[in-house]
């Protein structure tokens, strides 16, 4: 490993990024017990809303925002 | 035995020499199940826990979906230190391997455009940062009338426009530099403050996909690039290597970036 890769490998995977990548990214495969893709955007949405409390900030700030 | 589904990980190329997989989600057994000229990496999960009931149940469920997302993605990790894989989008069910197989079979040719996309490539992140520590223009001290201060005072907050619009530049510079470095790059919407738990406003959250033999000289690059920016008072954060996510071709994951 080289000092510059080093200095940037992962160590610790933040939730936040990690949730971005495996539920955001990668491809889709419809299956059929795949949940649909409108049910994997429930997901996704569903997250991130729940994710925000987890770095304590105020679910009702975080809320408003979002029906804004 | 108890009823089973299968999970699928990721998609590789037949034949290659995958193997030895760490545990995946629940502890369970991985390998890779070949699939005509594609293999899928796929493990058995118990239906009753990890169903598409229990998908429905724990959607939301930090506590349920996180050991779920971090074995996910530490398989396609491992995947991705071996050869090139195509990660597969969360959640990834099927009700056995020939459910599994025909939809792979359907998706081949996307599957095969997917896997040369990414052909010995990695996935970088790069996020930059506006630094708290913008200073505040001092209170005018000499402002002796009204008139006075309101005009100083808005000579300060277009300054300040300026400063954070010279800031917003930079980190598309950045994101332009580092994807000259790259084979491909795509610009993300930024990480809610609330999400990433930083309380600097995020300007650019980029994902770059480096061809493996580049990767020094990205992050070398990323290093200059970084100690640079610091100067202007911008953090730079460089992440990975990831496996793929953000170049797998599909529409989907396109789409999916404008969704906050």
Do not use: C
């Amino acid at each position: 490993m080289t000092d510059a890769m080093e200095r940037w490998s992962n160590e610790d995977v933040a939730l936040v990024d990690l949730i971005d990548r495996v539920i955001g990214g990668g491809v889709v495969l419809t299956g059929d017990v795949v949940l649909g893709v409108a049910g994997v955007d429930l997901v996704y949405l569903g997250l991130r809303l729940v994710l925000a409390p987890a770095h304590e900030v105020e679910q009702s700030v975080v809320l408003g925002r979002r029906s804004a | 035995m108890d009823e089973t589904i299968v999970h699928a990980y990721g998609v590789v190329a037949a034949n290659e020499p995958f193997g030895g997989f760490p545990a995946g989600i629940a502890d369970t057994r991985v390998w890779v199940h070949d699939v005509e000229d594609l293999g899928a990496i796929v493990g058995f999960l118990p239906a009753e826990g990890f169903g598409v009931a229990d998908w429905e149940r724990n959607a939301a469920n930090v506590g349920w979906l996180e050991p779920v997302a971090r074995r996910h993605d530490e398989i396609l990790q491992y995947a991705a230190s071996t050869g090139d894989v195509v990660p597969l989008r969360l959640p990834s069910l099927y009700r056995n391997l020939e459910s599994l197989g025909d939809t792979v079979r359907a998706a081949g040719d996307r599957l095969e455009r997917a896997l040369r996309r990414i052909e010995g490539k990695l996935e970088w992140s790069v996020k930059v940062y506006r630094g708290i520590k913008e200073e505040d223009p001092p209170a005018s001290e000499g402002a002796v009338s009204g008139r006075d201060y309101l005009l100083s005072r808005s000579r300060d907050l277009s300054a300040k426009a300026a400063a954070r619009e010279q800031l917003a530049d930079r980190a598309q510079e950045i994101h332009e530099a580092l994807g000259h470095a790259s084979a491909e790059y795509v610009r993300n919407q930024p990480q809610d403050a609330a999400l990433s738990g930083r309380s600097e406003p995020m300007l650019l959250n980029g994902a770059y996909l480096v061809r493996r033999a580049d990767q020094h000289r990205f992050l070398q690059l990323a290093d200059e690039i970084a100690d640079d920016a610091r100067a202007m008072g911008l953090l730079v954060e460089v992440g990975g290597p990831w496996p793929t996510y953000n170049f797998t071709g599909d529409v989907e994951a396109t789409t999916r970036q404008v969704i906050r």
